[in-house]
């Protein structure tokens, strides 16, 4: 269902990034997923750093928050078995590191909301919230977590 979307729209999801610091990528409390907020590694890297409006514009960080999204489908799917398991895209949070008067963070974070609904459809809609910050890990310009609803556990 959901992995013949990914196939269907070309999308791999990347391998679960490893934790930078002293937490797990993902964490199941019944039927319910949280991840930790997911920097746009790629291949183990940050394509780019720095602030959006600045070294790094809109356009970029939009692609940014849609890598990061990929990131945290594969932590969730990682966790409860494929992404098959997963029901509905619940909530989106995603903090933007921004440049002193960019307010486009809704802009950038619709990577992220996009990315999750042509992948679930009508299931990737959800709440959100796009939050501009000063700094984030790493100096990534963008991070991004998500919580999910997943079948039943067995």
Excluded: W
């Excluded at 398991?85 to 996009?114: L, M, W």
């Amino acid at each position: 269902m959901h992995s013949a979307r990914l196939e269907e729209l070309g999308i791999q999801l990347p391998p679960v990034a490893a934790p930078v610091a002293a937490y797990t990528p993902a964490v199941r409390s019944g039927n319910l997923v949280f991840t930790s907020g997911q920097l746009p590694f790629v291949e183990g890297a940050l394509p780019m750093t720095g602030k959006v409006g600045a070294e790094v514009t809109a356009e970029q960080g939009y692609d940014l928050a849609r890598i990061a999204a990929l990131n945290a489908v594969a932590a969730v799917a990682d966790v409860v078995g494929g992404i098959d398991n997963i029901e509905q895209i619940v909530k989106v949070t995603g903090f933007v590191a921004s440049a002193h008067n960019f307010g486009g963070q809704p802009g950038v974070i619709n990577g992220s909301s996009e990315v999750l609904v042509e992948i679930f459809g009508d299931a990737g809609i959800h709440a959100r919230a796009a939050v501009g910050v000063a700094e984030l890990p790493l100096d990534a310009p963008v991070e991004v977590e998500i919580i999910v609803r997943v079948k039943e556990c067995s």
